[in-house]
């Protein structure tokens, strides 16, 4: 049996203001299998995103990743290495060139310089991104920078891909891009979780839709 | 490697970003540091200069009337017996009378060619390390146990002065190394701050990829060691240049060994190092 990438075992988390934001929240994804999670906004998908990545954490319940029950700040920036990311709370760094940013999750990784080279030409190839590399995210357009983030998050074959808001900043055109390239993620292996307001157009294999209604998965 | 690599690019974009704040940071570090070596060669010199002149004192005792010529021999003895009496010169009444018309001239003895009241004395020359007054009372008090001796003298008031003084030279030199090192690692901490202050949102960043915080540091940590190990080698490198242009020929200038320059050195590298991490810790929390 494959090990659940993602496994969320009843998540209770107030609301600042009062109230809940999760009551008994379960979501478990196996490793290859993806997930959508549709809710409207401020039903809690970033909120969501926020709790994976350890920058929120529940007040009841248990987060594991990869296998791993996750309390701990220092346990969750070992496994930050193993998500990409895309959206919501990530974002690209402002200090580097759109290359440097793209080749970041390799230099964590500390892969050798012809792989980080090779595997940069490839990705900014695949997303039309070759005549941006040297520039600074300050000087991107939104549908760029989202083409950037959605580049950082493919280039280390991470196994799980985090997506706050796939369509965000996204013509349709590039949106139709970004699809093909997400199938072709699901395709490869690698664990999505998407998180939209609305039900993507596109059907990514292997994936199973959750709507967020009243603190829970539906 | 490719981390090497990674950290020396970003620490020359941190100084192409930074470059006033960076040159700020040296210069008001090489004046702190400077101000130090002054400090630390003056207090060498003065302290040198005082051992110079403890090495000179002398512990006279003078020889009771009451002891023959004859029993002088018993009191040597116990003379050598005694802790920190290295060596010692006898000195008979003529002697004492010859070095006595030496410094007042002959004409003042004049009358007092048959009697001589001086009195036999010897000259104790002491060990270094026993050259402190706490070490030349306990010596007084095992001298006054010999037989025969009447009197006992050493410069004692100036051996206290003397040693006063280098008390206050000891206690402003740690007072100003603790001010000093305080406003290095104040400065530079601020200098940190002042220069990832922008930068929060990177940071943020990089350890959402899953950076480490020592990794995100390490950029900015070999900055504040380079600047600071650079202010100190500047400081030194002054003081140096001003040597050769020095002319003083009547006091020896006593530099510390180079062994302790290269640690003193190395010391507020390490320093700079700390202090760029103080000045880093908030950015680098979740």
């Avoid at chain 2, 020396?8 to 130090?36: C, D, M, P, Q, V």
């Avoid at chain 2, 009195?119 to 390390?129: D, G, I, M």
Wanted: glycine content about 8%.
């Amino acid at each position: 049996m494959k090990e659940p990438v993602v496994e969320l075992t009843d998540i209770h988390l107030r609301a600042e203001r009062g109230g809940f934001v999760f009551r008994g929240l379960n979501l478990t994804i196996e490793s290859g299998q993806s997930a959508v999670i549709i809710g409207p906004s401020g039903s809690g998908k970033s909120t969501l995103a926020e709790l994976l990545i350890g920058l929120r954490s529940a007040d009841q319940g248990r987060v594991c990743l990869f296998g791993r029950e996750l309390k701990k700040n220092r346990q969750f920036r070992r496994v930050r290495r193993l998500i990409g990311g895309v959206g919501g709370p990530f974002a690209l760094v402002p200090s580097l060139t759109v290359a440097e940013n793209i080749c970041l999750p390799l230099v964590l990784n500390a892969e050798p310089r012809n792989v980080q080279r090779e595997r940069l030409f490839r990705i900014l190839s695949e997303f039309s991104l070759l005549k941006l590399a040297g520039k600074y995210p300050d000087h991107l357009t939104r549908v760029e920078n989202t083409l950037v983030q959605f580049a950082r998050a493919a280039i280390a074959d991470q196994p799980l891909m985090l997506i706050d808001e796939p369509s965000a900043g996204l013509d349709p055109a590039n949106y139709q891009r970004v699809t093909e390239f997400l199938v072709r993620m699901a395709v490869s292996g690698r664990s999505l979780l998407i998180l939209a307001s609305q039900t993507p157009p596109g059907d990514i294999p292997g994936s199973r839709a959750y709507f967020l209604r009243n603190e829970v998965l539906e | 490697m490719i981390r090497l690599a990674y950290f020396a690019r970003e620490l020359w974009h941190n100084l192409r970003r930074n470059t006033g704040t960076a040159l700020a940071s040296l210069l008001s570090l090489t004046l702190l540091f400077l101000l130090f070596d002054l400090f630390w060669i003056s207090a060498g010199t003065v302290d040198k200069f005082y051992r110079d002149l403890l090495s000179e004192l002398r512990v006279e005792v003078f020889v009771d009337e009451s002891v023959t010529d004859d029993r002088l021999t018993q009191v040597f003895d116990q003379f050598l017996a005694i802790d920190g009496v290295l060596d010692y010169e006898y000195v008979s009444r003529d002697a004492a009378r010859s070095r006595l018309a030496d410094m007042v001239g002959a004409d003042l003895l004049v009358g007092y060619d048959e009697s001589n009241p001086l009195p036999r004395s010897y000259v104790l020359t002491v060990a270094e390390s026993y050259l402190n007054s706490t070490a030349l009372a306990r010596m007084e008090e095992a001298l006054r146990e010999v037989d025969g001796l009447s009197e006992i003298h050493y410069s004692r008031q100036w051996l206290d002065k003397t040693e006063g003084t280098r008390a206050i030279i000891l206690e402003i030199g740690l007072a100003l190394g603790v001010l000093i090192v305080a406003a290095a690692l104040v400065g530079s901490a601020n200098n940190i701050r002042l220069m990832t202050r922008a930068q929060a949102v990177g940071f943020r960043q990089m350890l959402l990829q899953g950076a480490g915080r020592f990794f995100v540091a390490m950029p900015y940590l070999i900055e504040s060691l380079l600047i600071s190990g650079l202010a100190a080698i500047l400081g030194w490198a002054l003081i140096f240049y001003g040597r050769t242009r020095m002319s003083i020929v009547r006091i020896e200038i006593v530099f510390p060994p180079t062994s302790e320059i290269v640690l003193f050195c190395i010391g507020v590298a390490l320093l700079g190092a700390v202090s760029g991490y103080l000045g880093l810790r908030k950015m680098l929390r979740d």
